[in-house]
Structure formats: structure tokens, C-alpha cells
């Protein structure tokens, strides 16, 4: 959804469902510099890992022989024939290294060549190698980039913790908060909490510096005590070209050297003949650029969603789901675990404009952004009271007929009168009850009944 770091528009999706998406990961798709990378390979005699096929148990080494711009093959010799001759067309899988970094693709058998040698397609794209997700970033505890984990969207145990170290295929961090999501009851803090493996609904980086949201599922790796308490390590999944673009940049900011772009070679053709003797030297790493976020108008809606909507448009209740769909609605709640266990419930009810804000300076930035329908504020945000941040909307412009939920956590006799005044059309306590009344009231809040 949006990238700006104040008031983002939340993006929870449901990761338990297999993705029929394409590989969103970030591949080198420029044809002029695959053939580079393959000259290079050839002229620097670098040793490849090749498997045809599931009868070879072990790679087999292989080397670039020959590369065919105008044929689009290429043809790599062999240190040893595959178990199997492999049929025309067959894939095949290739890691090799350049500038110090692995990378890996697939190509497709064509034919045998001369002596030990086998033709290929070239390959369409080229991808990093999984090696690269070994490189992590370690954080001091002073830094306390915050995480929430959700084990499931309306079920299981929700964490929140800091970041103890970061990579780009997972993370750990330090467990401060546990709760069981359908009561939100505090559960204690063991190394038993989550077992290995578990599948997690929601994996959310909320404050990486200067950097939006990133938001994927996941699954348990493991749980250690330690001096400060217990660790949870976790793998990321689900991870999309957006978001791993997001951790690349962090990455890259973190650690000299590592890069999550591809080196760029010069073509063979292009070189003298002085050069030809020596390795293209390592490009010099640029800007690094983030992909374009997601558009929040196809977040919001699939194409199933939209013929299903077109086919139902005279349903009523098919049209106030379209309506509760576009209301945008702002969650101002300091506390990440809380702001999310609520928006992940009214995304389920069908909410999909949900912005967030965990202080007044993002609340305001939230309302020059977009205009609201209905906010949200928790009885404190940081150092402000409800009532103060309420004041200041509506003094910034936020219109009277916009209503406001108040979220209380201990008695306040200026809340209670502000109710009865029409100041604040709903108060609630805490923790919130969804299914009644907050569902029904912000059903008649919003216009929706």
C-alpha cells in the first residue's frame, strides 16, 4: 500500500493461501546483460554447478564454452556426462559466482554439442543465489526497532518485541508482549510459547528507519532463553518484490558491501585488448531504488472481488460492502501490537482504507493525506490525551461530521462528559469487543446501515 512512514495505509493480507502470483522476487531480465554475464564467464573460465534432472544427486561441474547471440543458445562443457541423457527441452538448473556473489538460473536443454558438450537456451532471467540471506544486521538495544507477530488473524497468540537482528530471509527479536488475539489476554513469556514450524499469519516492521511498512507472513524458527529473555527467530515468507526491496535498501544502508542489485559487465565486444586479460573490474554501486509500491486501488480489489461485485451490484448487502470497503478510517494507538490486532479485525469485516498513527504528528500527516471518514484514538497517544489530539484534528480541518471513536483504558470523567456533549460519538473500553457493539456502531457511524 502507500510508502510513506506517517499514517500508512495498512495491507494485511492472508498469507495462508497458496499464491498463484508469479515469482515477485527481484530477477536481471536485460537480455544484452545475460549475454555479458555469460561472456564473462567464459572468458574468466569460471566452474558452474549444473543439475539436469533428479538422478544426479550431485551437481556436476560445468563450464561456458561458447555463447550464441544470434542462435540465443549457449554451450557448456562438461566435467562429467549427467546419469540420464536429458531429453530436448528439459530444465536444468545453473549457480554459479561473479563478483563474489552467487546467482542462480534456469535454462533448457537443446542438443549435445562437440566432445563433453551440452547446448542450452539462454536463460531469460537470472536470480540471486539464497546464500545472501546468511548476511544479517544486528541491532543495539538502545535502537528498539519494533516487530509485531501475529500467529493467525483471528486466532493463536499476538508478539510484540524489538528486533534483535535483521537478514533478508528472517529475523529474531526479543519477546516483550504476548496475547492470546481472541480476548487479548497477557500469556506469559516461555520458551515453549510457539513451537517450530508454526505458521504465522503476519510478520510486521512497522519503524525500519526512514523506510515504509513492510509486512509478510512467516513461520517459527526458534525460541531461546537468554539474559535478556526469551528470542524468537523466525523465517519470512510471502515476501514480495515491494517488501524485499524495502529490506534490500536497509541492507545495503547496514552492511558495506552487501548489494541486492546486479553487477553490470560490459559486453565482449566492447572490450580492448588489454582489458581482455584481466576481470571486468566490480561495478561501483549506485543509488538503490525501491520498486513501485503496490496500487492500493488493486490491493483493495482482486478481479475476482470486482465481477463478483459487478454480477451482485443490485444486492444490498453486496453494495454496503463496497461502501465499507472505501471508508478510510485512522487508528491513532501508540501501542504496535494493539494497532494491529485491530486493524487485522476490521480488515476481516471488510475494511480495506485503514491508516495508522502512532503519535499526533503522524495523525495530522494522516489527515492532510486523505480525507477521513471515521478516527479512531486510543484514551493516550504518547504524550497527548484523546480529547487534545480530537481538538487538534478538528482545529487542522477535520470536519465536525466526521465521528470519532474513543478507545479507554481506565475511568476518565472528561471523556464520559465529552460522550454525553456529542464530542466523541462512541467510547469504548479496552479490550475492544468487536462483534458487539463496535461492529454495529461504526455501521451506523460510517452510514453503513
Not at 551437481?59 to 561458447?66: G, R, S, T, Y
Not at 559466482?97 to 563433453?116: A, I
Not at 479485525?345 to 493525506?369: K, T
Request: proline residues 6%.
Amino acid at each position: 500500500m502507500g510508502c510513506n512512514a506517517w499514517g500508512q495505509c495498512v495491507a494485511i493480507r492472508d498469507f495462508f493461501k497458496t499464491s498463484t502470483e508469479p515469482d515477485l522476487e527481484r530477477s536481471l531480465h536485460d537480455t544484452d546483460q545475460i549475454l555479458a554475464w555469460l561472456e564473462e564467464l567464459s572468458r574468466l573460465r569460471t566452474v558452474m554447478d549444473l543439475k539436469i534432472g533428479k538422478s544426479d544427486l550431485a551437481p556436476i561441474a560445468a563450464k561456458v564454452e561458447l555463447v550464441g547471440e544470434e542462435t540465443r543458445n549457449f554451450t557448456l562443457s562438461l566435467q562429467r556426462t549427467p546419469t540420464v541423457e536429458p531429453a530436448t527441452g528439459q530444465a536444468a538448473h545453473l549457480v554459479f559466482s561473479l563478483d563474489g556473489r552467487r546467482f542462480q538460473t534456469e535454462v533448457s536443454y537443446q542438443g549435445r554439442g562437440g566432445y563433453m558438450e551440452y547446448r542450452f537456451k539462454l536463460p531469460t532471467a537470472i536470480r540471486h543465489a539464497e546464500r545472501r540471506d546468511s548476511d544479517r544486521v544486528h541491532f543495539r538495544s538502545r535502537e528498539r526497532i519494533q516487530i509485531v507477530v501475529l500467529q493467525g488473524l483471528s486466532e493463536g497468540l499476538g508478539l510484540g518485541g524489538e528486533l534483535q537482528d535483521l537478514s533478508m530471509g528472517g529475523c529474531a527479536f526479543l519477546i516483550r508482549r504476548a496475547i492470546r488475539i481472541q480476548d487479548e489476554r497477557r500469556m506469559p513469556i516461555r520458551q515453549d510459547l510457539l513451537a517450530p514450524g508454526t505458521p504465522l499469519a503476519l510478520v510486521r516492521l512497522p519503524d525500519l528507519p526512514r523506510l515504509p511498512l513492510v509486512e509478510c507472513g512467516g513461520h517459527v524458527s526458534h525460541l531461546r532463553m537468554g539474559p535478556l529473555g526469551v528470542s524468537m527467530g523466525l523465517a519470512f515468507e510471502s515476501l514480495g518484490a515491494f517488501e524485499g526491496g524495502i529490506l534490500g535498501k536497509f541492507m545495503t544502508e547496514r552492511l558495506p558491501g552487501f548489494r541486492t542489485d546486479f553487477p553490470w559487465k560490459r559486453r565482449f565486444r566492447d572490450l580492448t585488448e588489454e582489458e581482455r586479460k584481466f576481470p571486468q573490474p566490480i561495478s561501483e554501486p549506485g543509488e538503490v531504488e525501491l520498486p513501485e509500491p503496490p496500487d492500493e486501488t488493486a490491493a483493495a480489489f482482486s478481479d475476482e472481488e470486482i465481477t463478483e461485485l459487478r454480477d451482485a451490484i443490485r444486492d444490498d448487502d453486496r453494495v454496503n460492502k463496497l461502501r465499507k470497503r472505501g471508508k478510510k478510517i485512522l487508528l491513532a494507538m501508540p501501542d504496535e501490537l494493539d494497532r494491529t490486532l485491530l486493524m487485522t479485525i476490521l480488515h476481516q469485516d471488510g475494511y480495506r482504507c485503514l491508516f495508522e498513527a502512532n503519535s499526533l504528528i503522524q495523525a495530522l500527516e494522516a489527515h492532510r493525506r486523505v480525507p477521513l471518514d471515521m478516527v479512531m484514538v486510543d484514551q493516550a497517544l504518547g504524550h497527548h490525551g484523546a480529547l487534545e489530539v480530537i481538538d487538534t484534528l478538528r482545529a487542522q480541518g477535520l470536519p465536525k461530521k466526521v465521528p470519532v471513536v474513543v478507545i479507554r483504558r481506565h475511568p476518565d470523567v472528561r471523556l464520559t462528559v465529552a460522550s454525553r456533549a456529542g464530542g466523541v460519538n462512541l467510547l469504548l473500553d479496552h479490550p475492544v469487543d468487536f462483534n458487539s457493539p463496535l461492529r454495529t456502531a461504526m455501521e451506523g457511524l460510517l452510514g453503513l446501515r
